[in-house]
């Protein structure tokens, strides 16, 4: 009897150590798809409530609108692209609100369902170009070239491209910029995409938008991953339709910084 008694005792124990660290580890159990790697700053991170998101930096709490009007709002993958890009307050200087692609990149689904988003758009289009903006337009471009069976071209900053090439300049908010463009890369009567991770002020766009068109190629469409409203690139654009997955937070203008090449 007493070792029955025992027993029993010590299984009930046994089972109560077993609730109260299943308790204490909960928090840190998750289904493999929602695991992400350990960063810093990972506090930043946008929260994915649609159709609005948050940037939480300490603890203050500023709106994030999302996605483009381009895209059906009832999509689940624009939520799950929002919520992948960390915003990062007051980098690399103070009044900044940094628009960080790289997580997106760690975050196999929400780079799927980016490229496939732009692939469905513009797979039927007869694009025969896709012009990726230095730098971050060369790791959304390829993959869409690729599977809509079309060329990527690079376009690229003062001397980087080795063969001979044809340049525009255009105005920065303080001073000039220069993008070049390998000389036969597009032929004239092509049909190109331009791509870029982020239009704020729309300078660099509509620069790669004049190279183009300067050789005669048709540019149909520009297509970026996020996009700063409040900076107003679109205006710049004319009469080229811009289409983006992600509405982004900005700083004050005269505190605007893209995030270097």
Not at 30 to 35: H, I, K, Q, R
Not at 173 to 179: A, L, P, Q, R, S
Not at 233 to 238: D, F, I, S, V, Y
Request: with cysteine; proline share 7%; charged share 20%.
């Amino acid at each position: 009897m007493h070792a029955a008694a025992s027993l029993l005792n010590s299984s009930n124990l046994s089972l109560r150590f077993a609730s109260q660290t299943q308790t204490r580890l909960s928090p840190w159990i998750a289904a493999p798809s929602s695991v992400r790697l350990p960063l810093n700053r990972s506090q930043n991170y946008r929260i994915a409530l649609p159709p609005l998101h948050s940037t939480v930096s300490g603890d203050s709490t500023q709106p994030q609108q999302m996605a483009s009007a381009d895209v059906k709002a009832q999509d689940p993958r624009i939520a799950g692209i929002s919520s992948a890009i960390r915003v990062i307050p007051d980098f690399p200087k103070p009044g900044i609100m940094f628009q960080d692609i790289t997580t997106l990149l760690l975050d196999t689904k929400a780079f799927r369902d980016t490229i496939d988003l732009f692939v469905e758009r513009y797979k039927d289009k007869n694009i025969s170009v896709v012009a990726g903006i230095e730098a971050r337009g060369f790791i959304f471009g390829p993959p869409i070239a690729l599977a809509i069976g079309a060329k990527f071209v690079p376009m690229r900053k003062p001397k980087k491209l080795p063969g001979e090439v044809i340049s525009e300049e255009y105005s920065l908010e303080y001073g000039k910029d220069v993008m070049e463009m390998h000389v036969g890369a597009v032929q004239a009567g092509e049909r190109a995409l331009i791509v870029d991770d982020l239009v704020a002020t729309g300078g660099t766009l509509s620069a790669a938008i004049r190279l183009l068109e300067r050789v005669g190629v048709h540019v149909v469409e520009c297509a970026c991953v996020i996009e700063l409203p409040e900076l107003k690139g679109r205006e710049r654009l004319g009469e080229k339709p811009l289409f983006v997955l992600s509405l982004g937070l900005c700083s004050k203008l005269e505190n605007f910084i893209k995030p270097s090449d």
